[in-house]
């Protein structure tokens, strides 16, 4: 434990912030903020390519709005619940500024990813594929474009398909272990992560197919039940928004004005949660959506670029800012609560045991989904390392995940989870840096 809590001192601290934060900071001016210029195109090109009748394309294919939902699927999950939650008690009110921040700025780094991913694009054993491992490649040529390639593919395979998915499964039994004492019923967290377990099971052996037709359908209804849930806890307690903003703001540069210089929270911690918190919610800069943006059949890599931008605005100014208010406006911060539990809190103020449940019932929704897109993110990288044969007993590792996350400790999971999202962030973050040139071409489409 203490070896990763030196890894992720020494990622979080300073490394990722520039990495992440000077990265979409440089896309932003590079592409003359296009998350700004070009969002209302880009939500046009999402909603305009709506639908949950489970069309399907040829070669593994996906519609832009599948696509699009995979990669929500992945971004809306255990990040937005359990995750905010934990960027509060760890950097206090003022990491969701930071998060804000990367979010806003990581909205430019995921168009190019996009549109990177639908430039290299390829097709391997007549279905389409396409990650960063492609365009690292094209990146960077010969022997060092392949190492960094292949630490990528080994990085995320760790980070999502084994680590973060025992995030997820983590989450979903805290969450159901909580429920299930309303009804003074004691609830073993291996018994949900079996069930999990399962079921996840079951719909890898259905391939990309069943997995865009699942996603599909879940992710719409998922959001849109968490999103009524939330604004009408956050309505009932009104009075008490102002008051939420405001301890944001002055949280951001003075966490001590808000939570008390008894709290041990400074400003670079703040930071540092914010932006590791938001970068595993919204995965921008990560390299993990490419892997969903590659597969649609889009109309250019512009076009898809736009709906990624759209996939981190829903995620973080829209689902997880829902979160955070709950809990402010709540008052449920000294509950001494954290993760699942203090958004159970909030809910549980607002609605009595019914909140606790509701909560624990979206968080399925949420983290199954994601444990889904998850597992389809890290297969492209088994097959690119192993080839298929390999993948039956990648799927069977992760499903051995899902169980064993569903009992460890909180914050041992959470902090693997940081570290390996921290590896995996740098060889995408300077395959982006290195094709953005071509990146700014595509943003001139029209």
């Not at 396409?130 to 960077?140: E, L, Q, S």
């Not at 059949?297 to 996939?311: F, I, N, R």
């Not at 979206?362 to 993110?377: D, V």
Request: charged share 10%; with cysteine; net charge positive.
């Amino acid at each position: 434990m203490q070896l990763v809590t030196k890894g992720n001192d020494f990622l979080w601290s300073f490394l990722l912030l520039v990495l992440l934060c000077g990265t979409g900071l440089y896309y932003t001016i590079r592409l003359r903020f296009i998350q700004v210029r070009k969002f209302g195109e880009g939500v046009r090109q999402v909603f305009g390519h709506f639908s949950m009748n489970g069309e399907k394309h040829e070669k593994g294919e996906m519609t832009p709005f599948q696509s699009l939902a995979t990669a929500i699927a992945a971004q809306v999950g255990t990040g937005n619940l359990a995750g905010a939650a934990t960027a509060l008690i760890g950097g206090g009110p003022g990491a969701i500024f930071w998060m804000w921040i990367s979010a806003f700025l990581g909205m430019a780094t995921i168009y190019g990813e996009a549109v990177l991913a639908q430039t290299y694009k390829t097709e391997v054993n007549g279905e389409v594929t396409g990650g960063p491992v492609y365009y690292i490649k094209a990146a960077f040529k010969g022997t060092f474009g392949k190492a960094l390639s292949t630490l990528f593919a080994v990085f995320i395979i760790l980070a999502l398909g084994f680590m973060g998915n025992m995030v997820q499964s983590n989450s979903i039994g805290a969450a159901f272990v909580e429920a299930f004492q309303v009804f003074h019923v004691e609830l073993s967290p291996v018994i949900v992560g079996i069930v999990v377990a399962v079921i996840a099971a079951v719909i890898f052996l259905g391939g990309t197919k069943s997995l865009a037709t699942v996603v599909e359908k879940i992710v719409p209804i998922m959001a849109g039940v968490y999103i009524v849930g939330s604004l009408v806890l956050i309505c009932m307690n009104i009075t008490a928004l102002p008051a939420a903003f405001l301890s944001i703001i002055e949280g951001a540069f003075a966490p001590e004005a808000v939570l008390g210089a008894g709290a041990g929270i400074t400003v670079r911690e703040a930071i540092r949660y914010g932006v590791a918190r938001g970068l595993f919610s919204n995965e921008a800069g990560m390299g993990s959506t490419p892997h969903a943006h590659a597969r649609a059949k889009a109309e250019s890599p512009h076009h898809q670029g736009l709906c990624a931008m759209v996939s981190v605005f829903i995620d973080t100014f829209i689902v997880l800012n829902l979160t955070v208010f709950s809990v402010l406006t709540t008052g449920v911060m000294s509950t001494g609560k954290d993760g699942t539990a203090l958004t159970q809190a909030a809910f549980m103020k607002g609605f009595g045991s019914a909140g606790i449940i509701f909560v624990a019932v979206c968080l399925f929704f949420f983290a199954f989904s994601t444990i889904l897109s998850w597992h389809f993110f890290g297969l492209v990288n088994v097959k690119y390392l192993f080839g298929e044969k390999a993948s039956k007993l990648y799927s069977l590792i992760v499903v051995v995940c899902i169980v064993i996350g569903s009992c460890l400790k909180l914050e041992l999971v959470w902090s693997l989870a940081d570290f390996f999202n921290g590896l995996m962030v740098i060889p995408n973050v300077l395959a982006l840096l290195a094709l953005s040139g071509l990146v700014a071409r595509a943003s001139k489409e029209r």
